[in-house]
T-cell receptor, first 115, second 112 residues
Framework: EAQVTQNPRYLITVTGKKLTVTCSQNMNHEYMSWYRQDPGLGLRQIYYSMNVEVTDKGDVPEGYKVSRKEKRNFPLILESPSPNQTSLYFC??????????????FGPGTRLTVL | GIQVEQSPPDLILQEGANSTLRCNFSDSVNNLQWFHQNPWGQLINLFYIPSGTKQNGRLSATTVATERYSLLYISSSQTTDSGVYFCAVVSYYGGSQGNLIFGKGTKLSVKP
């Protein structure tokens, strides 16, 4: 089944404890992206990747890192999580037709709570 | 940047009723998608529809790109249709690549 998977689905952690949220897609998509969803602020893009070894900042990159060493994986790294990073996180992927980004497919989401 | 406005913000329907959700956007777009966020928080793709009309079962969507709006039609609504419906666009003129700009959503409640 074609899908985007994220792990973990739920995580409660403490301030300053490094964590990684994994994202994997099995559709051979070039483009991958991370969003966070917050009440009143909606969904906002954190980072994106056009292809392997190519990443760039979205609208709210502060406090996050990403890497794209393989086409299928795009982990989101929080080096020193803080309570304001408590949020619902989504990974998305899309085939990339040159400059145009086509339909994006979202993972199931990761609910992160930072105490 | 591009603005995306959805209406109505809230909608309560009796099971079996029909509804129309609207999405207005302020600039040219090269991607428009409709999503359903279910009560468990998952974002379900409904339509990828930068222009034209598509149908999938009881749902259909129309985007008139030249007039900068899109409509989502839900017919014979069911309780499982409840949740939040989002319209999201990618601006033709830039910003970060593929950055989907989401509207605030329409919260739909279907009563049995």
């Amino acid at each position: 089944e074609a899908q985007v998977t994220q792990n973990p689905r739920y995580l409660i952690t403490v301030t300053g404890k490094k964590l990684t949220v994994t994202c994997s897609q099995n559709m051979n998509h070039e483009y991958m992206s991370w969003y966070r969803q917050d009440p009143g602020l909606g969904l906002r893009q954190i980072y994106y990747s056009m292809n392997v070894e190519v990443t760039d900042k979205g609208d709210v990159p502060e406090g996050y890192k990403v890497s794209r060493k393989e086409k299928r994986n795009f982990p989101l790294i929080l080096e020193s999580p803080s309570p304001n990073q408590t949020s619902l996180y989504f990974c998305a992927s899309s085939p990339n037709g040159g400059r145009a980004i086509h339909e994006q497919f979202f993972g199931p989401g990761t609910r992160l709570t930072v105490l | 940047g591009i603005q995306v406005e959805q209406s109505p913000p809230d909608l309560i329907l009796q099971e079996g009723a029909n509804s129309t959700l609207r999405c207005n956007f302020s600039d040219s777009v090269n991607n428009l998608q409709w999503f359903h966020q279910n009560p468990w928080g998952q974002l379900i793709n409904l339509f990828y529809i930068p222009s034209g009309t598509k149908q999938n079962g009881r749902l259909s969507a129309t985007t008139v790109a030249t007039e900068r709006y899109s409509l989502l039609y839900i017919s014979s609504s069911q309780t499982t249709d409840s949740g939040v419906y989002f319209c999201a666009v990618v601006s033709y003129y830039g910003g970060s690549q593929g950055n989907l700009i989401f509207g605030k959503g329409t919260k739909l409640s279907v009563k049995p």
